[in-house]
Antibody
Framework: QLVQSGAEVKKPGASVKVSCKAS????????IHWVRQAPGQGLEWMGI????????TYAQKFQGRVTMTRDTSTSTAYMELSSLRSEDTAVYYC????????????WGQGTVVTVSS | AIQMTQTPSSLSASVGDRVTITCRAS??????LGWYQQKPGEAPKLLIY???SLQNGVPSRFSASGSGTDFTLTISSLQPEDFATYYC?????????FGQGTKVEIK
């Protein structure tokens, strides 16, 4: 399973770091993606991280503002988003990519990030 | 980026109805498509992968087809627990992109 950190409230311009702790499988063997969902809106793909080497690919929209990292000793993935604005208010999900079919077979429970002055 | 156009954006149906949702890709994506169900306050759940393969544990009333640019998700007999929002997701190339979603409501 994937267990995410708790809700966050941030001011515009600040940064937020969300964690996603994996258990029950070999962490290094599955990519981790991050997806967000603004209130009442659809799903938006943010990027992918390979836990085995830390390699990342980010959606162009978030380039320069997002950093995805991991700690293999604790099987935890992190997503940090900087220069927050009100439009970043959303639920942020981590999801595991099933290598054989490239689908998201396990999701975290979601982390609510609220950006407000 | 590959655009995914999902239709309809919402629909009203009754228990027992047959429901069809479509996704069209802006370019060919082979069979690199999944379908997800999301209920309010919950994370999405994988239903279908590789365009037509049913995820373990998903009821057989869900089926899907398609390849290239046109894809379809069908619920053969809608059940009360199926009222939710459905999304397609292409994983052919980065950035991965979702359809806009289809909200299935009770008529």
């Amino acid at each position: 399973q994937l267990v995410q950190s708790g809700a966050e409230v941030k001011k515009p311009g600040a940064s937020v770091k969300v964690s996603c702790k994996a258990s029950g499988y070999r962490f290094n063997n599955y990519y981790i993606h991050w997806v967000r969902q603004a209130p009442g809106q659809g799903l938006e793909w943010m990027g992918i991280m390979d836990p085995s080497d830390g390699g990342t690919t980010y959606a162009q929209k978030f380039q320069g503002r997002v950093t995805m990292t991991r700690d293999t000793s604790t099987s935890t993935a992190y997503m940090e988003l900087s220069s927050l604005r009100s439009e970043d208010t959303a639920v942020y999900y981590c999801a595991r990519e099933k290598v054989v079919n490239h689908a998201f077979d396990i999701w975290g429970q979601g982390t609510v990030v609220t950006v407000s002055s | 980026a590959i655009q995914m156009t999902q239709t309809p954006s919402s629909l009203s149906a009754s228990v027992g109805d047959r429901v069809t949702i479509t996704c069209r890709a802006s370019q060919g994506i082979r069979n690199d498509l999944g379908w997800y169900q999301q209920k309010p306050g919950e994370a999405p759940k994988l239903l279908i992968y590789a365009a037509s393969s049913l995820q373990n544990g998903v009821p057989s009333r869900f089926s899907a087809s398609g390849s290239g640019t046109d894809f379809t998700l069908t619920i053969s007999s809608l059940q009360p627990e199926d009222f939710a929002t459905y999304y397609c997701l292409q994983n052919n190339g980065y950035p991965w992109t979702f359809g806009q979603g289809t909200k299935v409501e009770i008529k």
